[in-house]
């Protein structure tokens, strides 16, 4: 897969510096970082960057498919690169910590579900709700 900026640059999307660092911000975080954490770590690299920009360059993104937004239950979004590698969520309520994680047999299970209900699945998102187990 091409990295986000070549796939902006295929898109034909205007390239400025602040774009990039955005692009760099979301490519290099291994969390599903908010608006404003993307803000802040961006402008480590560039400390003229807006977070008007910021959310103006996210909203675009998504838009076009390039990044994915979730709202996980919280009352702000959190960002990641849409690389076409499906995967779902676990979200620990206690640290807001975003593991991603893949299963096959539930893979089969949702098709199975589909089909029985007489559809074909398109789409689907799955997103788990947890606190670690105390020993």
Same mark, same amino acid.
């Given at each position: 897969m091409k990295?986000?900026?070549?796939?902006?640059?295929?898109?034909g999307l205007k390239m400025t510096g602040q774009r990039r660092v955005i692009l760099s911000t979301l490519e290099k975080a291994s969390d599903h970082p908010s608006v404003d954490e993307v803000y802040l770590r961006a402008k480590e690299q560039d400390p003229s960057i807006s977070i008007a920009t910021v959310y103006r360059t996210l909203s675009m993104l998504d838009e076009m498919g390039f990044i994915v937004r979730h709202d996980f239950n919280e009352n702000f979004s959190r960002y990641e690169v849409n690389n076409l590698d499906h995967h779902h969520h676990l979200i620990d309520l206690e640290t807001g910590n975003v593991i991603e994680f893949k299963n096959a047999?539930?893979? &089969? @299970? *949702?098709?199975?579900?589909?089909?029985?209900?007489?559809?074909?699945?398109?789409?689907?998102?799955?997103?788990?709700?947890?606190? &670690? @187990? *105390?020993?």
């Open positions: 990295d986000l900026l070549s796939r902006c640059i295929e898109a047999e539930l893979e &089969k @299970i *949702k098709l199975r579900i589909a089909k029985e209900l007489g559809y074909d699945l398109l789409d689907h998102r799955l997103e788990l709700y947890g606190r &670690k @187990i *105390k020993e």
